[in-house]
C-alpha cells in the first residue's frame, strides 16, 4: 500500500465508518491478539497499547463495542473478565477496505 492508498484508507474508514487512525490500530491489536492467542480480554490490551493513555484506550475500546465493531462475552469461569470478539461492524471495514 502507497501513501496515496493510505491516505484514502482513512479517510474512507473516517467518513464512513468514523473511525480515526489510532481506532483502527486498536481493533488491529484485538483482532491480532484474537489470531495469535485465540482469545483476547479487556485488560490486557488495555495496559499494552501505547499510543494513548490507559483511560482513553478503555473509552475508545468502549466505543469500538458500542459501534459494533468489538464484541464481548463474559467468562463463565471469572466474571470480571471481558472475552473480546470481532463485532458485527467489523465484516463493513474489512468490505471497505478491500475496495481501496
Given at each position: 500500500?502507497?501513501?496515496?492508498?493510505?491516505?484514502?484508507?482513512?479517510?474512507?474508514?473516517?467518513?464512513?465508518?468514523?473511525?480515526?487512525?489510532?481506532?483502527?490500530?486498536?481493533?488491529?491489536?484485538v483482532t491480532s491478539k484474537l489470531?495469535?492467542?485465540?482469545?483476547?480480554?479487556?485488560?490486557?490490551?488495555?495496559?499494552?497499547?501505547?499510543?494513548?493513555?490507559?483511560?482513553?484506550?478503555?473509552?475508545?475500546?468502549?466505543?469500538?463495542?458500542?459501534?459494533?465493531?468489538?464484541?464481548?462475552?463474559?467468562?463463565?469461569?471469572?466474571?470480571?473478565?471481558?472475552?473480546?470478539?470481532?463485532g458485527e461492524q467489523y465484516t463493513?471495514?474489512?468490505?471497505?477496505?478491500?475496495?481501496?
Amino acid at each position: 500500500m502507497n501513501l496515496e492508498q493510505l491516505s484514502r484508507a482513512l479517510l474512507k474508514t473516517h467518513t464512513e465508518l468514523g473511525l480515526d487512525a489510532i481506532d483502527l490500530m486498536l481493533l488491529h491489536t484485538v483482532t491480532s491478539k484474537l489470531k495469535r492467542e485465540g482469545e483476547a480480554t479487556i485488560m490486557p490490551i488495555i495496559d499494552n497499547f501505547e499510543l494513548t493513555s490507559r483511560a482513553t484506550t478503555h473509552a475508545r475500546l468502549k466505543n469500538l463495542i458500542r459501534n459494533g465493531f468489538v464484541g464481548w462475552d463474559g467468562d463463565e469461569n471469572n466474571l470480571r473478565v471481558k472475552l473480546l470478539k470481532q463485532g458485527e461492524q467489523y465484516t463493513k471495514l474489512e468490505q471497505l477496505l478491500s475496495t481501496i
